[in-house]
């Protein structure tokens, strides 16, 4: 084990901009961040990286150009690392480095975390904010059959409380940080292999496509799971509706099999963005927000506006004939 950063370092240097530059602007991509609100300093990297409770493979996971990955392999040459990233102009950055340097122990993944495989690891690092990504990655790894340990740098401010509610992973040090983050300590957790609390099924739908029937207000209405997002406490927010909700609301949870004809209808044109409605005394353009399927089948629109679905005479997206009552 070194104390210190290699000799050929330096050369590692990244060339932060002109990579960026070729990085997609899609959710989770984080264009445009300065490189030191992307990557962990190399001091903190050699803290963690030689913390006792830091051993065997190590997984980054949302790497950017492996630079983490290519100095724990520098480091350790008796152990290995695997970095995943979805931007390809970042992975290519890192696997020319590591091809360069005669890294072998060091793996640089091209792969979306929000569907594909997650290397199996010794100590799994996350610089990460919270959100339907994350809650995949934990999905993954409770039940993961093997005992690991998971860094955890803050990265918006609710990484660490969000961790914490996590009953299978026990807090097991926290590492004082060099450089200036929402939290001035890195937390290390080990994977204690406790069932899962049942209080924690929100997160196991963020990632899915799973409809939540919600009562407020004496109405029933429909949204959609995938994009939940926890805020604090009971409070989360939805993407499809964009809407607070308290999950003390949730009644049910649907794979929408049950739904009828009419409102598997509704769901849809709910994703087309904005639409024309034509009722029997006016025209509506907007977005559709809430399904209400109690007291009676109705929508509400982006204008704030309700309309029972027995009253919609045509909807129109564009040109195109959506529906048109029989």
């Not at 963020?206 to 029937?213: A, C, G, H, T």
């Not at 977005?287 to 982006?302: C, Q």
Request: glycine share 6%.
């Amino acid at each position: 084990m070194n104390s210190s950063l290699p000799r050929f370092w330096e050369h590692f240097k990244l060339p932060h901009e002109s990579i960026e530059e070729n990085v997609t602007d899609r959710s989770g991509s984080y264009q445009g961040l300065k490189e030191e609100a992307l990557y962990t300093g190399r001091e903190d990297y050699l803290r963690l990286f030689n913390h006792p409770l830091t051993a065997g493979t190590l997984v980054d996971l949302g790497c950017g150009a492996g630079e983490g990955c290519l100095l724990y392999g520098s480091l350790f040459p008796d152990r290995k690392a695997i970095g995943v990233e979805f931007e390809k102009a970042r992975i290519e950055f890192g696997q020319r480095l590591r091809t360069q340097y005669k890294l072998d122990n060091v793996d640089l993944i091209l792969a979306d975390l929000m569907s594909d495989h997650i290397p199996v690891g010794d100590t799994y690092f996350l610089y990460f904010p919270t959100g339907p990504v994350l809650d995949r990655i934990l999905h993954v790894l409770y039940h993961s059959p093997n005992k690991f340990r998971l860094i955890a740098i803050e990265s918006h401010g609710d990484l660490i409380p969000r961790l914490n509610l996590e009953n299978w992973l026990t807090f097991k040090a926290a590492v004082p940080l060099h450089a200036t983050r929402h939290h001035p300590d890195a937390h290390l957790y080990e994977h204690n292999f406790q069932e899962r609390d049942s209080s924690l099924l929100p997160f196991e739908l963020s990632f899915k496509d799973r409809y939540l029937l919600i009562k407020e207000n004496e109405e029933l209405w429909i949204g959609n799971s995938r994009g939940l997002e926890w805020t604090c406490d009971d409070r989360f927010e939805l993407l499809t509706p964009p809407r607070t909700i308290f999950w003390k609301n949730v009644q049910s949870i649907s794979d929408g099999k049950d739904f009828s004809a009419l409102q598997k209808l509704a769901i849809a044109l709910r994703n087309e963005g904005e639409l024309e409605f034509s009722t029997l005394n006016k025209k509506i353009i907007g977005t559709i927000r809430k399904i209400i399927i109690a007291p009676s089948f109705s929508l509400e629109f982006s204008t704030g506006e309700k309309v029972e679905w027995k009253q919609i005479l045509k909807i129109k997206k564009g040109r195109k004939l959506c529906y048109v009552t029989s």
